[in-house]
């Protein structure tokens, strides 16, 4: 069992910056990769970001140059950072853990990018 509580959201202007957290816990060490998904109203969850227990990253085309991923093991922690925010980043954002047999979700955290 993976517990993965999101944290960071809120409002922001367009062209400003925030950082989401994502804090894991419970069988850390069966989490082969974390990631980032968003769901903006109406539409699909997509992939926004993954990392790997090896530390490898996969960032979306949509958000690449803008958005980073990271890690801080010592905390169980994931983040997300993101500059040069649009309001079609506009989504509730979702930690994922991929434990190879199965994915575990975080609640989501809001994120409005509006003036």
């Known amino acids: 069992q993976v517990k993965l509580v999101e944290s960071g959201g809120g409002l922001v202007q367009p062209g400003g910056s925030l950082r989401l957290s994502c804090e894991a816990s419970?069988?850390?060490?069966?989490?082969?990769?974390l990631g980032w998904y968003r769901q903006a109203p109406e539409k699909q969850r997509e992939l926004v970001a993954t990392?790997?227990?090896?530390?490898?990253?996969n960032i979306a085309d949509s958000v690449k140059g803008r958005f980073s991923i990271s890690r801080d093991i010592a905390k169980n922690t994931m983040y997300l950072e993101m500059n040069r925010l649009k309001p079609e980043d506009t989504a509730v954002y979702y930690c994922?853990?991929?434990?190879?047999?199965?994915?575990?979700w975080g609640k989501g955290t809001l994120v409005t990018v509006s003036s």
């Open positions: 994922n853990a991929d434990v190879r047999i199965r994915d575990y």
């Open positions: 419970g069988n850390i060490f069966s989490i082969y990769s």
């Open positions: 990392i790997t227990s090896g530390g490898r990253t």
